[in-house]
């Protein structure tokens, strides 16, 4: 008689839990960042938001929704929540007109596409406080080269980052500079994943014009693509601060004061963790606000497969 | 058939080069209004480029294409009042069924102006315009049986709708010609048995010239008025189905039709007949003494007999109404096929030794170089 | 347009003009800190707009830069991190994501519902808490502090299972029959074969993290610590902007490394964007 070798079938409950088991293993180390670092320090925040707690102070004291009262009269709060949200506002449909003009350009022809990309996207990868850094001295009122220039053409020198009614507006064209890159890459990855067979087939339609064609095929295929880029830009454009840091402080007089640099100053300069910790949630809830208009009101309308 | 230049298709010389590769090489052909023309052969062989020349999606590197006495070849695609179907459908995806086969009446009948979504209602005859062109819609989605699906999106619909969406767009415009890129690929094989006679259906209703792509010999045998059979960028015969499959003029146009494949067998011209192998085939070629040639034997063309081409059996395929015998030459150095009826292959068993003949008529001559050599039978002399 | 014709130079260059004006407009701020890192103080300011440095002040402003605040630290402090991260990054995602796209189990939906709202909340939300806590430990001002928060990276997570999720479970299968634990299958059958993902996913973290300002900004107290982003920071209470040329070539130094990558692996970082965006 043959030596008959054995083979245990796993019954369909063991392999169940055999893969169970093997899943917990290999999700561990993530699961566990994900709770101690990410969701458990978030509802901290949450939590952290309703008390009054000062760093250093010896105990806290639940205050509900204190913190929060006070964020609607203080006035600083008030102008970094305007600021940035014009910021937004002004910036991210620039960033996203703009960069659809450019990606129409860059995909409108053969020649220099790949160049064009790398140089319209290099902002995106820079050290954005060396750059505003160079953005600075470019802006300098009196010997930076941008006034020079408009003094050629006769007009008088703006004080860009000094004065309070240009200090917004400075910081919106460099967060133009700095997101249109991110706006190029993302409309011409969606520009060529529109199949050309239908240009083809707009054009045998009649549809002669760069506008019909645009209008018939291009705009309504960019759609997914267009809306991920408007809910990416926006949350890029909510989290300004680098700039802020770099040039302004919030400055001058809190003119160009935004979310996160409130939030920075109140937890880590004055360390009021409760108070800071109510801005940010204030933050986040702007943030899931922008994530919810785009799942449930628009991505329905804007997929058709 | 009265030659009607009226509405037909005239293609002349076209040449096409991609870089240094030579996709099309000076290409003519002349359709009668209201044919039923296939463009067939191997992928690559330079049909779809020739399609998207006459279209206008591509230009030629030289040439002329003449649609209905017009020369077209400076015009762009949207001016040649010409429609096509397209491989994916190309259906526009953010419309409906009614507003997809409503765009080229859209397009061209309603101004720039008119189209602009607010405006619209204020430009006079707007409305008349607008009902004229819901009439076709919903005449042409009547034809194609879509009338049900007309408020469906196309990711909503199966392959076979979205086809005929493809169609109805082509067909609301009652252009002067249709241009169809192997329209039915990317259906599975019953839809496309169906939807094949539809379309050939639709084309006798309408009575529009046709221009059909495709590498299916089947297609394009079964659905053409006549067939052009490109090859490497060459068009090789144009002829009547039965014309290109009895009377092939070139080897390859021989060997691209006809399933099971035609066999080729090499041979030897004789002063006594061709030698193919051991045997003599009863019948001589205008050729010098001693030149090679390829012997072209369809399968269905071969029978049983006592003598003849001796072969052994190698495999047999069942068919259900024939069987293919697949056999080995002892002669020379080649396999051939044979269909034969079922009462015929029945007694035959793997390793039988078997003969095979077949009529003298049916014998394809090809010389050397591929071209088709008409043969005389042996009892007549050359010089007759 | 003649039908299918490629575009001659003349027809092209209004567009290549316009796309050229805007790329100068883009690069202005570069072509100004590369050639004022290479000029003298007083040629930089002067009245007249001259491009090209008269005196080449390179030495003396990237020696300076180098020798004002500990810069080649720094930049070693960035890659050190930015290496660490990525290291501890894809150690945790890989694994995670191969069990959410590959094997069933219950809780896997759970889980993935987490790491989408994991996706939804910025970094800059648990920042707080864990300054605190990091304060508390005494783990402030270190390697730690600057790595351990980004060990956990939800896009990665997104990212590798969306890659994983196209590779064929014949391929798996094939693995278990030799085999091989599922840990294993992880590493030597999955990544590898996922591989344009990993490379678009590395050059995204890198330069995000390289050029990261708030958290470096919140943690690190010592000059010893900093990253790239805090030295440009250090340089210019330093200078006070005095010397702009040194703090120029400083910017210079630290902006070219990412700058360089991205250059070189170009359709990589490109492709990790845009796979995340049509993915949606």
Redesign the interface.
Known sequence: MRDAAVIRVPTRASR?IG??A??????A???I??FL??????A??LL?SFTDWE?GAPDLAWIGLGNYEELTTDPVFRIALRNTISYVGVVMPLSIG?GLA?AL??E?????R?T????????V???????A???Q??L?PT?G?VN??LAMVGVAPINWLGSSDWVMTSLCMIGV?EN???VV??FM??LT?I?K??Y??A???????A??RF???TW??L???T???VT?TA?RCL?V??TV??LTRGGPNNASQVL?YA??QE??SYFR?GY??AI?VV??AI??LL?LIQTRILDRRVH?? | MPRDTGRAILIEGVEKSFGKTSVLKDVSLALREGEFLSLVGPSGCGKTTLLRIIAGLESADAGRVRIGGIDVTGLRAADRDIAMVFQNYALYPHLTVSQNLAVPLVMRRLSALERVPLLRHLIPGHKGRCAAIDAEVRGAAEMLRLGHLLARRPAELSGGQRQRVALGRALVRHPSAFLMDEPLSNLDAELRAGTRREIVELHRRAGVTTIYVTHDQVEAMTMSDRVAVIMEGELLQLGTPREVYENPVDLRVAGFLGSPRINILPAVATPEGIRLGGSLLPMRAPLPAGARLSVGLRPEALHLARDGLAAVVEHQEFLGAEVLIHARLDAVEARVTAKLGIAAAEPLRLGDAIHLRADWRDVLLFGEHGQRILAIPAETSLDA | MRPGSEPSLLADLPRLALLGVGAFLILAPYLWMLLASLKPGSEIFRDSLTLWPERFYAIENYGKALAEVPLLRFLFNGALVCALILFFQILFAAPAAYALAKLRWRGRDLLFGLVMLGLLIPYHVPALPLYVGFARIGLLDSFAALVIPFSISVFGIFLFRQAFKSLPDELIHAARMDGMSEMSIVWRVVMPNAWPAATAFATFSIVAHWNDLFWPLIVVQSHAMATPALGVLFFRAEEAGNDVGALMAAAVMVTAPMIILFLLAQRRFIQGIATAGLKG
């Not at chain 1, 670092?37 to 978030?42: E, F, R, V, W």
């Not at chain 1, 064009?116 to 902002?123: D, E, G, K, V």
């Open positions: 169940a893969e169970a093997a899943a917990w293993v290999l999700c180390p993530a699961a960042s994900l670092l990410l969701l458990g320090p978030t901290a925040l952290l760093l703009l450019v350009l860059i409108g022809g053969v020649r220099l790949a064009f990309r790398a140089i319209y996207f290099l902002p990868v820079s050290l954005l406080v060396a750059m850094t160079a953005w001295y470019l300098h010997i080269p020079r220039l500079w249109l890159g991110f890459v993302l990855a969606g994943a199949p067979e239908l083809a087939a054009e045998l339609d009649g549809a002669r014009s506008l019909d209008r018939l095929v309504p295929l759609g997914p693509t809306l991920f880029v990416i949350i989290r601060f680098d840091q770099a996160l939030m920075y937890g880590f963790i800071s910790a940010t933050f986040l943030v899931l994530m058709y497969a």
